[in-house]
């Protein structure tokens, strides 16, 4: 069984302090509680610039396992805008 967070449904540059705080709060505390692979669901992203993207991409550099779920159509869309299609397609399938 996996542990999860939901994305919010706005990853702009407006809520990238908020989001980027509350994502590494938990992931500090699921890396200290278990081992497991973390998962972070995008289902409800409906809004997400550059700023969003880098925090998730930041995320890639984090020592704990992790991968991304559900990535929703906005969220796919901004990846293959910024050229980042081949690193979304990494984090839904590998760790």
Not at 6 to 35: C, F, G, H, N
Not at 43 to 53: F, I, K, P, Q, T
């Amino acid at each position: 069984m996996s542990i999860s967070f939901d994305l919010p449904e706005e990853m702009t540059i407006y809520s990238a302090v908020e989001t980027r705080d509350a994502l590494l709060a938990w992931v500090t505390e699921q890396s200290a509680k278990s081992t497991k692979l973390l998962e972070i669901s995008a289902a409800n992203v409906r809004e997400v610039d550059g700023a969003g993207l880098q925090l998730l991409a930041a995320l890639s550099h984090t020592d704990h396992p992790w991968k991304l779920i559900q990535p929703s159509p906005a969220l796919m869309d901004a990846c293959a805008t910024m050229g980042m299609s081949a690193w979304l397609s990494e984090q839904t399938t590998n760790v």
